[in-house]
């Protein structure tokens, strides 16, 4: 993910939104301004989601009419973005690599300790 810009207006933010969503690129956006009581300017950074869209991304902000190389489903995209069995997929892949890890460690300590080489 990358960042494409950072915008001042609420308005601003929208229309780029809707032009990269209405082009098939992803993008997120995080609310870049200070949290306090006070009134502060607004600002929000946009990113394009995938890295294989990020020249096509800056050359739709220069030019609204380029075609983007690679549109993808924006809909089906944040579907399996949110969907729980992605997610569970990647933990579980995650704790198997991560088991996979400690045993391996634990097997190169103890031959360590029986070579004599210990520590």
Not at 45 to 67: M, N
Not at 96 to 113: E, N, P, W
Request: aromatic share 10%; glycine share 6%; net charge positive.
């Amino acid at each position: 993910m990358q960042l494409l810009k950072t915008v001042h207006s609420e308005q601003l933010r929208d229309e780029i939104v809707r032009l990269m969503e209405e082009n098939g690129i992803p993008v997120h956006v995080v609310y870049a301004g200070a949290i306090t009581p006070f009134p502060t300017p607004y600002r929000a950074k946009i990113f394009v989601c995938l890295d294989h869209h990020v020249d096509d991304a800056v050359r739709l902000l220069k030019d609204p009419s380029h075609r983007v190389k690679r549109p993808v489903n924006i809909g089906t995209y944040r579907f399996v973005e949110r969907s729980p069995v992605t997610r569970d997929v990647l933990i579980r892949w995650g704790w198997i690599v991560l088991g996979f890890v400690v045993l391996f460690s634990v097997a190169v300590l103890g031959l360590l300790y029986r070579s004599g080489r210990w520590f």
